[in-house]
């Protein structure tokens, strides 16, 4: 049981890991599977069970949290100059995750930041304590 555990881990710890190196350039559920040396069905599911998010999800969660601080610390970069760096190709949908996630658009977040408006730090601590971004 030990080993299953340790083994389940250490896949876990793997894919998280190429996931946030990959999340800005993109990946296949393939790559990620021939990368931690399973099939993608067995990883997916896997990394749903222990994780409690689909590696898809992490992806995004990783790619939205970077977007955020892009925001607040890049205040003239485009968002969607902000949407295409992070691993978004389409800023339209970057934006739509961005409020899924955040509850705000990028634009509402980052006037929110200039305002000096503690309400885009409170969201973003809120977002990462429900598991939505990485902080």
Not at 2 to 15: E, H
Not at 87 to 93: A, D, F
Not at 103 to 125: D, K, T
Request: charged share 25%; net charge positive; glycine share 6%.
């Amino acid at each position: 049981m030990g080993t299953s555990t340790q083994c389940s881990k250490s896949l876990i710890t793997r894919a998280t890991e190429f996931v946030e190196r990959n999340a800005r350039i993109g990946f296949t559920l393939d790559e990620i599977a021939a990368y931690v040396g399973v099939n993608k069905y067995y990883l997916c599911r896997r990394f749903k069970e222990k994780a409690g998010i689909t590696i898809l999800s992490l992806r995004d969660i990783i790619r939205i949290d970077q977007a955020a601080w892009k925001l607040i610390r890049n205040l003239d970069m485009e968002v969607k100059e902000v949407a295409y760096e992070v691993g978004y190709r389409n800023p339209s949908y970057f934006c739509l995750r961005f409020r899924q996630k955040l509850g705000l658009s990028p634009g509402e977040f980052r006037r929110s930041c200039r305002e000096g408006s503690p309400f885009a730090v409170l969201e973003i601590s809120k977002c990462a304590s429900e598991g939505n971004i990485l902080i």
